[in-house]
């Protein structure tokens, strides 16, 4: 097409889409070159029949005494000038848009707010088309990414707005949420004394009432599917690290153990660090734990299954309609390519944690276990908007190295995509394997021609059913009125200087340490007086499980406290 000018905002160059040709609309003064790249700061108009190119209220020039300085950028606006039919198409819709809301901002009865009207119609084209693509407003846009890197003080979670409700993704593992309880799924309806449903909440609103100084405690209300009555949770609020790995031991004199809860910046870092140390001490086969890992950032579940494939395999590869085939392959670096590897997986392990599991499944690497995973194989891609906000919108589909897609369908709308583990439940699928069934069409071949199964997750080459033998809702009361933790809290701080004294290490803690029927019955008296009345028969089936978790908090707060000096 070549170079035009244009100039300042009283000028403007005209497109004759007819014709196909670019014209001079009115005489240019103060002139400056013009590629194609640069139309994306130019908005388009309808006048006359002819489609008016005019500086965008967007635009990223600056006019200074009747001169422009050109800014170089990097979108293609040439793309749509190739094709005319696809700038004639889209530039009618956008115009549509723009009409309407203009009409509103001229004619309607009363004040319009025309920022929350835009803002509102891209949730609502968002929304009709897959469950993960989002609007995120410029004011959130930073703390959208915050659980993937960096830290800050308060309750732990990972969370969306879903229908005017705070819905928690993902607790974060370790953190004061996940402590007393709280799961993905869960809805936030009520914090401290103030109702948080069916109110326009907003991101910065949530994470405003729920951050907090470390220590401080925060009373949310959980609507919960299953439980008649809203639930309260006091949660005290903690830092949160947000390492990605949360455990890393030897199991066995040869069997080292590593638990990946997010696929974050430092994922693969921490990894190297863990898999250097369990292999200094002797490790030669290998349990990744993935269960209840929600995924993160694709180029980290890349580096993390090449850590274990041999050179020049196929990981994963994306496709989408506007995105052409990208293939990402291993290379020679691999720290575990030899030597018996175990991964494991629950309804909870979606996205990238996915993409590892896949790859070391179809390569024959490394045996699965667990349960059958989220079913998440969509690839989210973010576009920064105007005026400082952004939408994540999905550009492609990810597929294992045998070519199949995992991701569950999302025909039947928003809300039966989200009641899709509670339906696993319902249907025994935590329970028995022979409750799933899988599409014959859908039948895949690993390397060594084992049969696998594309659209609906990872299914594990052995089951393993949920395990609820320990479970009654006097051990959940326990857990969600903070009892537990709370007690755990209130021994360290009042025992400090003995457990010092007696347990002078982590190790030495971890080998002579027990929970005797005493400290039992401190817990017992302990919940007694936030409310938890003794429930004999639940304290029977529970008891070993109470007492391995208290035990645990304990162990975790004494070894930050002694790490700290605190």
């Not at 690497?365 to 105007?386: H, W």
């Not at 929970?515 to 938890?532: N, Q, R």
Request: charged fraction near 25%; glycine fraction near 8%; aromatic fraction near 10%.
């Amino acid at each position: 097409m070549g170079t035009i000018k244009a100039a300042c905002i009283s000028s403007i160059v005209t497109y004759n889409s007819s014709e196909q040709t670019l014209l001079q609309k009115v005489e240019i003064k103060n002139s400056f070159p013009l590629d194609d790249a640069d139309f994306m700061f130019f908005q388009l108009i309808q006048y006359q029949g002819t489609i008016i190119v005019a500086p965008s209220k967007y635009n990223y020039f600056k006019c200074y005494n009747h001169t422009m300085k050109k800014i170089t950028i990097l979108f293609l606006f040439s793309l749509l000038l190739a094709f005319p039919g696809v700038l004639s198409a889209q530039s009618q819709a956008s115009r549509k848009l723009d009409a309407m809301l203009q009409i509103i901002n001229y004619a309607y009865v009363d004040t319009s707010n025309e920022d929350k009207l835009a803002e509102d119609a891209i949730k609502a084209i968002l929304k009709d088309l897959d469950p993960h693509s989002v609007y995120i407003p410029a004011s959130e846009l930073k703390d959208m990414n915050e659980p993937l890197v960096g830290k800050f003080e308060g309750v732990g979670i990972q969370f969306n707005i879903f229908e005017d409700t705070i819905m928690v993704t993902q607790p974060i593992p370790g953190g004061p949420s996940e402590k007393v309880g709280i799961r993905a799924g869960d809805r936030i309806v009520k914090i401290d004394t103030s109702n948080v449903a069916n109110i326009k909440i907003t991101n910065s609103d949530v994470m405003k009432k729920l951050r907090g100084d470390k220590g401080t405690k925060v009373i949310v209300g959980i609507f919960r599917r299953g439980e008649p009555e809203v639930l309260d949770f006091e949660i005290t609020r903690d830092k949160i690290p947000l390492y990605s790995i949360d455990a890393s031991y030897m199991s066995t004199p040869e069997t080292g153990y590593i638990k990946i809860s997010r696929f974050a910046d430092t994922t693969v870092e921490e990894f190297k660090e863990a898999l250097a140390k369990l292999k200094g001490q002797g490790m030669k086969s290998l349990i990744l734990d993935l269960s209840d890992n929600g995924g993160g950032y694709l180029n980290r579940a890349i580096e993390l299954a090449d850590e274990f494939l041999p050179d020049n395999k196929r990981i994963v590869y994306t496709e989408g309609r506007s995105s052409p085939k990208q293939e990402y392959f291993s290379t020679t670096t691999g720290g575990f390519e030899k030597g018996k590897l175990v991964v494991l997986i629950d309804e909870s392990s979606a996205s990238a944690s996915e993409i590892v599991t896949g790859a070391i499944q179809d390569w024959d690497r490394g045996l699965v276990i667990g349960r059958r995973s989220f079913a998440k194989g969509l690839v989210q891609k973010p576009f920064p908007l105007p005026d400082g906000s952004a939408v994540r919108l999905t550009i492609a589909r990810y597929y294992t190295p045998s070519g199949r897609c995992i991701q569950k369908s999302y025909e039947a709308g928003d809300e039966a995509y989200e009641m899709d583990l509670n339906n696993r439940f319902k249907h025994g699928e935590l329970y028995h394997a022979d409750s799933i069934h899988f599409v014959d069409s859908l039948k895949y071949f690993t390397q060594a021609k084992r049969i696998v199964y594309g659209g609906g997750g990872i299914m594990p080459d052995i089951f393993v059913p949920l395990d609820t033998n320990m479970n009654s809702r006097y051990h959940t009361d326990l857990i969600r009125k903070s009892v537990m933790y709370d007690f755990a809290l209130n021994y360290t701080d009042n025992n400090r200087a003995a457990l010092l004294k007696q347990y002078p290490d982590i190790s030495t803690f971890k080998s002579k340490f027990v929970m005797t029927e005493k400290l039992l019955s401190e817990l017992i008296a302990y919940g007694e007086k936030k409310g938890i009345v003794k429930d004999t028969a639940g304290l029977a089936i529970s008891n070993q499980l109470i007492k391995v978790q208290t035990r645990a908090l304990i162990a975790g707060i004494y070894g930050i406290q002694m790490h700290t000096g605190r």
